[in-house]
C-alpha cells in the first residue's frame, strides 16, 4: 500500500525541477550572449568599464519649469556627493526667482561649496551642448574652482581670459 507524503503528492518536486532548469537555461544563455558580444567585438572597452572609477564624480543638472535642480553623485558608490536645488525651503526666501541666471550663478556657487566640503574638486558632466542657464550654472562651479570634465569628448570646460563667450575647451 501506497503512502503519500504530507505535502501532497510530488508537486512540489516539479516546482523545483522547473525552478532549477529555468536557472540552467537562464546560465547557458548567458554564457552564450557572452561569448557572441566577444566574438562581434561588442563589449565595453577597458576605458569605458574603468571610468566610473578614474573620474567617479558626475555632474547632473535638470531644469523643470519653476527651479533649478542640480547634484554630483559618486558613479561607483552610487551615493549623492551634493545636492543644491531652488524649490527647496533655505533658497525658496532667498531667492526672488527660481530660475533666473541670478539663480542658476547661486546654485553653481553653492552647489561647489558643498562639493568641497566633500572633497570634490573634479567631475565629469555629459552634455552636447553647454550654453544658457546651463553654461550659467557650470560657469560658476568653474569659477569656484571646481574642474568640469565634459564625457564625450573628453576635454575639460574652462575660461580663456580674454573672451566674453562662457567656455572654450583646452
Wanted: one cysteine or more; proline letters at 4%; aromatic letters at 8%.
Amino acid at each position: 500500500m501506497d503512502i503519500d507524503p504530507p505535502y501532497g503528492g510530488c508537486a512540489i518536486d516539479t516546482q523545483l525541477e522547473r525552478r532549477l532548469d529555468r536557472l540552467a537555461r537562464e546560465k547557458e544563455r548567458i554564457a552564450r550572449d557572452y561569448a557572441r558580444s566577444a566574438a562581434q567585438g561588442t563589449r565595453m572597452s577597458f576605458r569605458r568599464e574603468s571610468d566610473k572609477y578614474m573620474r567617479p564624480y558626475f555632474l547632473i543638472i535638470d531644469f523643470p519649469k519653476r527651479s533649478i535642480h542640480a547634484k554630483i553623485v559618486h558613479r561607483a558608490q552610487h551615493t549623492t556627493v551634493a545636492s543644491v536645488g531652488t524649490n527647496s525651503r533655505d533658497l525658496k526666501a532667498f531667492l526672488p526667482d527660481k530660475t533666473d541666471l541670478a539663480a542658476c550663478r547661486f546654485t553653481g556657487e553653492l552647489l561647489a561649496r558643498r562639493a568641497k566640503e566633500a572633497d570634490c574638486y573634479a567631475v565629469a558632466f555629459n552634455g552636447s551642448r553647454v550654453e544658457g542657464r546651463l553654461a550659467v550654472v557650470i560657469d560658476s562651479l568653474v569659477d569656484c574652482g571646481i574642474s568640469v570634465y565634459r564625457m564625450d569628448r573628453e576635454i575639460l570646460l574652462s575660461r580663456e581670459p580674454g573672451k566674453n563667450s562662457s567656455f572654450s575647451s583646452r
